[in-house]
């Protein structure tokens, strides 16, 4: 992922002005790191590292909105239609 492709989700996916570590924040920039390496994992399946790394990824998510869930459903909600996450 670019510097550039990072900050336009920082920005949209921020809750203020200095946010970068939010939950919100965290699950969106994993959700497109987790696209880009699934894309990946299509051409070269016998890459088992980078495997490795896409199970953390998924596993590292779903904590997060297992989290955002208990604190605020109606932030966890939001987040999930907006990423298109479940169906």
């Known amino acids: 992922m670019d510097k550039e492709t ?3 989700i ?3 996916y921020q809750r203020s002005a ?3 570590g939010s939950v919100e924040v965290q699950v ?3 959700t497109q790191r987790i696209t880009e390496l699934t894309e ?3 051409i070269h399946k016998k890459d ?3 495997r490795r790394g ?3 990824m998924v596993n590292k998510r779903r904590k997060l909105l297992n989290y955002l869930q208990r604190e605020d459903h109606a932030r966890y ?3 999930v239609n907006s990423l298109k996450l479940r169906r």
């Open 10 to 12: 920082i920005k949209k």
């Open 6 to 8: 990072k900050q336009e």
């Open 77 to 79: 909600t939001e987040l």
């Open 18 to 20: 200095n946010d970068v």
């Open 40 to 42: 990946h994992m299509k």
């Open 54 to 56: 896409l199970i953390a």
């Open 28 to 30: 969106a920039i994993l």
């Open 48 to 50: 088992n590292s980078s």
